[in-house]
C-alpha cells in the first residue's frame, strides 16, 4: 500500500501546471499561442477593461482616489478571463511592455479571481520564440509604481476635459467640443503657426547664376554668385541685380581662383523610434502616422508566413529609444558581412545613445526587424502591400544603421573676376557604405554632381548670365510629420500618443488637412483664443512638458502621485473658477459675410453634428451655408451617374448643412434627391429588395430593406456579404472603442464575433 501511495504522489508531482496568459490582442495571442503549445491558455483582453465611470468624475477630489468598473462591452470578456483563470495553476499578464500596459496588467488581475493563484508580470519587446520563452522564465510583480503614472496621467486628463469642456459647451454653445491638456496644445501649435503666416511680410531677395565653360569641361556649366570684394553679396532689388549684371558684362573672362576638396564621413541614421518611423514613412509614402501604427502594430503582433504560424516580424513599435541589443548587432553584423563584404561593416559597431530630447525614457529597444534573415522580398508574397513598403523601410533602416558610414568627396571651385566671385559646389560618393541599403527621406533628395577636375589659375568664360527675382517665403504649415517632431521635440505627449493626437484633433473639427498641409478651423481658432487667454498657465508647451516629467518622476519613484495632482488642481480650480467669471459669450465667426443681409456668418453645429454656416443675424436672418474657403469643411459639387428625372439634366453630389444629397444641374429646375448607398447585401426577409444605407429621423445612419414600408428588415450595423459561420444569421462590421473593428453576427442571440483585421 505504501508503495501505491508513493507512486500516486509521484504521479501527481510530475503533472505539469496550467498555464494562462493574458495579452491585449487576439492576434498577439494566436501568435503567442503558437510558440508556448499546449501546456498554455493564451487569452486577449482586447484592450482596457476597466476605466472611470460614465458621465462622472471618478475620482474623489480630496485624495484622488480612484473609482475603476468594468466597461459594459467587456463584462463578457472578464467572465471568460475569470472562467480560464479558475482552472490554471499559474496567471502570467502580458499586455504591451509600457505604463498603458502596466496598468492593463494590474486592472486585469484586480478583477480576476485569483485566490491562491501564483499571479505574475511579463514583458517582452518582441513576439520571437526566445524572447516569450525568456519573458515567461522571468517574470516579476506589477510595477505599481507605473501603474500610479498611468492613473495620474488619466485623473489630470480627466480633469481638464471634464471641467474645461463644459465650460466651452456653454460660453460658445457647442456641445462638439472638448479641451485636452495635450490635444489642446497641438491646436495651440497650428494655430501659433496659422498666425506667424498670416503676419508674415514677403522681402524681395535677387540672385544671379551664371553658365560657363572651360577647356576643362566637355559641356557648359552652372554657377552661383556668392562675393564681392571677398564679402557675401546680398542684392535687395532689381535695380541692384542690374547694376550687378552690366558690370559682369564688361569681363567675361574669368579665372579659378580656388579650390576645396574635402571628404565627408557620413554616418548612417540610427534605427527608428516612434517619431522617426511615423515622419519618415509619411515623407516617403505619404502614410498618415494613425495608418503607420496600425501597419506596424499588426507587423509586431503576427504575420502568418505560408504555414499557418504567425511570427511578429518587429519589435515593439511605442518606444523613444534608440538602444539595441546585443544579439540583434550580432545578426546584423553576421549579414552585412556575408552580403555585401567586410568593408560595408565598420571597424567597432555603431554606437547609438538616445537624443538628449525631453523626457526620453530609453525603456524599450528601438524598432528593429526580429529575424533579419527575414528580408522585405523573401516574405513579400505573405505581406499586403502596405505591411511590405512599412516593413521594407524598416528593415533596410535598421540594417543601415549597423554599417559602415558612407564616404563623400566634395568641391567647392570659385571663380573671380574684377572682384565677382562664382561658385560651383559638386559631389560624388566615394563609398556607398550605409547608402548601399537605406536613404532617409532628406537624404534620397540629394543627388550626385560631378564638375569638372579643376585647379587654380584655370580658365573660364561667362557666357550667359541670370538674374532671378526671389521672395522670402512664410514658415510652412505643419505637416502630420513635422507637428510630430516639434511635439517630440518640447516633450509634449510619448510615443504612444503622436498619433491619437493628431487623429483627435482633426476628428472635433478644430483643424483640417488641405492636401498634407495642417491648418485650424475658425472653430480652431476661437477655442484655441479662449483657452490661451483663460487658461495661459495649462494651455502651454512647458506646463505639458514639466507635466510629462513628473509622470516619469512618479514612475521612477522620485515624486508621489498625490502630490502632483494636488500641486495641479487648486490652481486649476482657481484659474476654472475666474475663467467662468470672465469669459463671456463667444462666437465663432467666420471670414463670410450673409449674402441677405450683409451681417457676419458664424459657425454653428447642428443638431447631427455637421457644422455650417448661419448667419449671426438669427433668427431674423436665417440664411445657412456650407462651410467653404481656406478650412473647407465642405466639399466641392462632384460629379454622379444620375440624370435628373424632372428636366433630363445631369446630377451632382452637393453638401448641405446636413450632409452630401443629388442636385440639378439645372438652375431653373433645382431638383433634389437623396443619395442611395448600397451594401450590395440582400435582404434575408423578403429576398426581393437591397440593403441599403438609412437615415432615421434624428440623423442617426443606420441599414435596412430598399423595400421599405414593404419590408421593414433593419439593422444598426453595416452588413457584409456573408452569413455567420455559426447561425447563418448576416454578419456585420461593428466598432466600439474599447474592442475596435469587429465583425459580429446580427443575430443578438448568436454571439458570434472577429476581429475585423482577421478577415
Known amino acids: 500500500m505504501a508503495k501505491t501511495a508513493e507512486k500516486k504522489e509521484t504521479k501527481k508531482s510530475d503533472k505539469k501546471p496550467k498555464i494562462l496568459l493574458i495579452v491585449e490582442s487576439p492576434a498577439k495571442a494566436k501568435t503567442i499561442k503558437k510558440i508556448l503549445g499546449d501546456n498554455y491558455e493564451i487569452k486577449a483582453s482586447y484592450g482596457h477593461i476597466r476605466d472611470f465611470p460614465k458621465k462622472v468624475l471618478g475620482f474623489d477630489i480630496k485624495d484622488f482616489t480612484p473609482t475603476f468598473e468594468v466597461i459594459s462591452e467587456k463584462k463578457k470578456v472578464v467572465k471568460e478571463l475569470n472562467d480560464s483563470a479558475k482552472k490554471a495553476d499559474i496567471i502570467y499578464l502580458a499586455p504591451d511592455p509600457d505604463r498603458e500596459g502596466e496598468a492593463i496588467a494590474w486592472h486585469i488581475s484586480e478583477v480576476l479571481n485569483t485566490k491562491g493563484k501564483d499571479v505574475k508580470r511579463v514583458v517582452f519587446n518582441e513576439i520571437t520564440k526566445n524572447a516569450i520563452k525568456d519573458a515567461v522564465a522571468s517574470p516579476r510583480m506589477i510595477d505599481m509604481d507605473k501603474v500610479k503614472a498611468q492613473q495620474t496621467r488619466q485623473i489630470l486628463d480627466r480633469l481638464v476635459g471634464y471641467k474645461l469642456s463644459p465650460l466651452l459647451w456653454e460660453k460658445l454653445r457647442n456641445y462638439k467640443l472638448s479641451a485636452g491638456r495635450v490635444q489642446s496644445v497641438a491646436v495651440k501649435l497650428i494655430c501659433d503657426r496659422e498666425e506667424e503666416i498670416l503676419a508674415f511680410i514677403p522681402q524681395e531677395y535677387w540672385t544671379i547664376s551664371g553658365d560657363f565653360s572651360s577647356d576643362k569641361a566637355k559641356k557648359d556649366f552652372r554657377a552661383e554668385l556668392i562675393k564681392y570684394k571677398d564679402k557675401k553679396i546680398e542684392i535687395k532689388n532689381e535695380e541692384d541685380s542690374q547694376k550687378i549684371v552690366k558690370a559682369l558684362e564688361k569681363n567675361r573672362e574669368f579665372e579659378v581662383s580656388k579650390v576645396t576638396k574635402r571628404q565627408i564621413n557620413k554616418k548612417p541614421q540610427p534605427p527608428f523610434i516612434t517619431s522617426t518611423l511615423q515622419r519618415d514613412i509619411y515623407n516617403k509614402l505619404g502614410y498618415p502616422v494613425a495608418k503607420v501604427m496600425q501597419i506596424a502594430q499588426k507587423l509586431y503582433e503576427g504575420i502568418e508566413l505560408g504555414d499557418d504560424t504567425p511570427i511578429g516580424l518587429i519589435t515593439y513599435m511605442r518606444t523613444d529609444s ?6 540583434a548587432v550580432e545578426a546584423a553584423k553576421n549579414f552585412i558581412t556575408d552580403t555585401y563584404g567586410e568593408n560595408y561593416y565598420p571597424k567597432e559597431a555603431q554606437n547609438y545613445t538616445s537624443k538628449k530630447t525631453k ?3 530609453d525603456a524599450h529597444e528601438a524598432i528593429r526587424p526580429t529575424y533579419i534573415d527575414k528580408t522585405p522580398e523573401s516574405i513579400k508574397k505573405y505581406l499586403s502591400a502596405d505591411q511590405y513598403k512599412v516593413y521594407k523601410i524598416i528593415w533596410e533602416r535598421f540594417i543601415s544603421s549597423q554599417m559602415a558610414n558612407a564616404l563623400i568627396n566634395s568641391t567647392n571651385v570659385e571663380m573671380s573676376a574684377d572682384d565677382y566671385t562664382f561658385k560651383l559646389t559638386g559631389s560624388v560618393i566615394a563609398f556607398e557604405g550605409y547608402m548601399k541599403v537605406y536613404s532617409s527621406s532628406e537624404e534620397e533628395s540629394e543627388e550626385s554632381k560631378i564638375i569638372p577636375e579643376f585647379k587654380e589659375g584655370d ?10 527675382q526671389h521672395f522670402t517665403q512664410p514658415p510652412p504649415r505643419y505637416t502630420e510629420a513635422s507637428l510630430v517632431k516639434t511635439l517630440e521635440e518640447y516633450g509634449i505627449g510619448r510615443p504612444s500618443t503622436y498619433a491619437p493626437i493628431i487623429s483627435k484633433i482633426q476628428q472635433r473639427g478644430y483643424v483640417v488637412k488641405n492636401e498634407r498641409a495642417l491648418s485650424p478651423t475658425p472653430l480652431g481658432k476661437t477655442v484655441n483664443e479662449q483657452l490661451v487667454s483663460h487658461f495661459s498657465n495649462i494651455i502651454n508647451f512647458k506646463f505639458t512638458a514639466d507635466m510629462e516629467s513628473k509622470l516619469d518622476d512618479i514612475a521612477d519613484k522620485k515624486v508621489e502621485w498625490k502630490d502632483v495632482l494636488e500641486n495641479f488642481y487648486e490652481p486649476f480650480v482657481e484659474t476654472l473658477d475666474e475663467a467662468r ?35 449671426s443675424g438669427y433668427p431674423e436672418c436665417k440664411t445657412m451655408m456650407p462651410l467653404s474657403g481656406e478650412n473647407k469643411v465642405a466639399v466641392e459639387d462632384k460629379p454622379s451617374d444620375e440624370i435628373c428625372e424632372k428636366c433630363g439634366s445631369p446630377m451632382v453630389i452637393k453638401q448641405g448643412p446636413y450632409g452630401e444629397y443629388l442636385g440639378c444641374t439645372n438652375d431653373e429646375c433645382k431638383h433634389k434627391k437623396k443619395i442611395i448607398v448600397k451594401t450590395g447585401v440582400k435582404c434575408p426577409k423578403c429576398k426581393k429588395g437591397d440593403i441599403i444605407q438609412r437615415k432615421s429621423r434624428y440623423g442617426k445612419i443606420f441599414y435596412g430593406c ?42 443578438k442571440d448568436c454571439g458570434y464575433k472577429r476581429p475585423m483585421d482577421e478577415e
Open 322 to 327: 534608440t538602444r539595441v541589443s546585443d544579439e
Open 359 to 361: 523626457n526620453v525614457q
Open 706 to 747: 430598399s423595400e421599405y414600408p414593404n419590408c421593414d428588415f433593419a439593422l444598426w450595423n453595416e452588413p457584409i456579404d456573408e452569413k455567420c459561420p455559426e447561425c447563418g444569421s448576416i454578419l456585420t462590421k461593428k466598432f466600439t472603442k474599447r474592442f475596435g473593428n469587429n465583425i459580429v453576427c446580427s443575430n
Open 581 to 615: 467669471k470672465n469669459m463671456g459669450q463667444v462666437q465663432i465667426l467666420s471670414d463670410k459675410v450673409c449674402p441677405n443681409c450683409g451681417k457676419p456668418m458664424v459657425v454653428r453645429t447642428s443638431r447631427w453634428k455637421t457644422q455650417f454656416l448661419g448667419c
Open 459 to 468: 580658365k573660364a568664360t561667362l557666357k550667359k548670365i541670370d538674374p532671378k
